[in-house]
C-alpha cells in the first residue's frame, strides 16, 4: 500500500493567517490526490480533487498543488469555519490510502 | 439532493459480525459511480474498506479481504457493509460514500459510531 505521511498532525492558527498542509507519498502518485475537511460534527465533504481541482462550492481561499510525491492544501486566510481536520487521499494505487490528518486549531 | 445516511448497531460483541446498511436518496446506485464504506478510527486514522460498483461488482481493501462483505438492495437503493469476526480494533466511526468519475469521494453519509466490546 502506498503510505501518505501528512504534516502537520495539529496546527495552532489565527483567523486571517495562510496555513499549509503537506501530504508526502512513499511513492510516485502521478497527482492522483483529493483533499477532505471532516468538521468537528463529523460531516465529511470534499475540498480539492486531482491535486487542484476545487471542488464546486468551496471558497477560492483554498488551493492545491504539487507533483511526484509532494502535495500541499494552502488556505489563503483562514475563516472562523475552517478550524477542522483535514485529510490527505491518494487513489494512484489500490487501496486508496489516507494521511493521517491535520487538525487545524485556533490559536 | 443526494443523501447517504448509515444505520446500525452501534455495539457489538467480539467476534461477531458488524452488519451497517447505507440508505442513499437522490441517485439511483444502480445508474453509476462505486459506492464505499471508509472507517475512521479513534486517533484519527482512516481506511478505505471497499466498494461495490453501480454494476454489482465488488472491491476490497486487502487488508479486510477474508472478513468483508460489502452487497446491495436496488429496490430499496441500499448498500451493506458485514464485517465479520470483529475485534476491539474494529472499533470506529463507519461512513458511506460515493466515488464519482473523477475519483474523489463527493458525497458522504455522516457517520456511525460502532464500537466493539463485550
Known amino acids: 500500500d502506498i503510505q501518505m505521511t501528512q504534516t502537520p498532525s495539529s496546527m495552532p492558527a489565527s483567523l486571517g493567517e495562510r496555513v499549509t498542509i503537506s501530504c508526502r507519498a512513499s511513492q510516485g502518485i502521478s497527482n492522483y490526490l483529493n483533499w477532505y475537511q471532516q468538521k468537528p460534527d463529523g460531516t465529511i465533504k470534499p475540498l480539492i480533487y486531482?491535486?487542484?481541482n476545487l471542488q464546486s462550492g468551496v471558497p477560492s481561499r483554498f488551493s492545491g498543488s504539487g507533483s511526484g510525491t509532494d502535495y500541499s492544501l494552502t488556505i489563503s486566510s483562514l475563516e472562523p469555519e475552517d478550524f477542522a481536520m483535514y485529510y490527505c487521499q491518494q487513489y494512484d494505487s489500490s487501496p486508496d490510502t489516507f494521511g493521517a490528518g491535520t487538525k487545524l486549531e485556533l490559536k | 439532493e443526494i443523501q447517504l445516511q448509515e444505520s446500525g448497531p452501534g455495539l457489538v460483541k467480539p467476534s461477531q459480525s458488524l452488519s451497517l446498511t447505507c440508505s442513499v436518496t437522490?441517485?439511483?446506485?444502480?445508474?453509476?459511480?462505486?459506492w464505499s464504506w471508509i472507517r475512521k478510527f479513534p486517533g484519527n486514522k482512516m481506511e478505505w474498506m471497499g466498494y461495490?460498483?453501480?454494476?454489482?461488482?465488488?472491491n476490497y481493501n486487502p487488508s479486510l479481504k477474508s472478513r468483508i462483505s460489502i452487497t446491495r438492495d436496488t429496490s430499496k437503493n441500499q448498500f451493506f457493509l458485514q464485517l465479520n469476526s470483529v475485534t476491539t480494533e474494529d472499533t470506529a466511526t463507519y461512513y458511506c460514500?460515493?466515488?464519482?468519475?473523477?475519483?474523489?469521494?463527493?458525497?458522504w453519509g455522516q457517520g456511525v459510531m460502532v464500537t466493539v466490546s463485550s
Open positions: 437522490g441517485y439511483t446506485i444502480t445508474s453509476g459511480y462505486d
Open positions: 486531482y491535486t487542484s
Open positions: 461495490i460498483s453501480y454494476s454489482g461488482s465488488t
Open positions: 460514500a460515493r466515488k464519482n468519475n473523477w475519483y474523489y469521494f463527493d458525497y
